[in-house]
């Protein structure tokens, strides 16, 4: 499974992005995709999952109710549509792809590069 993550950038306090993790692999059903995101000087945090093929979305309690994890199969791509950001938002943003549903980012085995989020107060 490769993976490659983009649409980070400044926004203000607010404000709305939506990070696109284009997936390239094969069995999909099968693999847990995931969002992780890094602040400095912080371990990486889990943020949200699901399992391609169907079934439970996984969100953390920091960003419940204010992002939201889908796909386009079509397109091979896993979105995290990200509302009301606030500064403590700011991280750089993975996305990664395992067999196995965890929160823990040790569990992941397929990783793409990093994407960066900046929220200004």
């Known amino acids: 499974v490769q993976l490659q993550a983009f649409g980070g950038g400044l926004v203000q306090a607010g404000g709305s992005l939506r990070l696109s993790c284009a997936v390239s692999?094969?069995?999909?059903?099968?693999?847990?995709m995931g969002w992780f995101r890094q602040a400095p000087g912080k371990e990486r945090e889990f943020v949200a999952a699901?399992?391609?093929?169907?079934?439970?979305?996984y969100y953390a309690d920091s960003v419940k109710g204010r992002f939201t994890i889908s796909r386009d199969n079509a397109k091979n791509t896993v979105y995290l549509q990200m509302n009301s950001l606030r500064p403590e938002d700011t991280a750089v943003y993975y996305c990664?792809?395992?067999?196995?549903?965890?929160?823990?980012?040790?569990?992941?085995?397929?990783w793409g590069q990093g994407t960066q989020v900046t929220v200004s107060s």
């Open positions: 990664a792809a395992d067999r196995t549903y965890s929160r823990s980012f040790t569990t992941y085995q397929y």
């Open positions: 692999g094969r069995a999909l059903s099968i693999y847990i």
């Open positions: 699901f399992r391609w093929g169907g079934g439970t979305t």
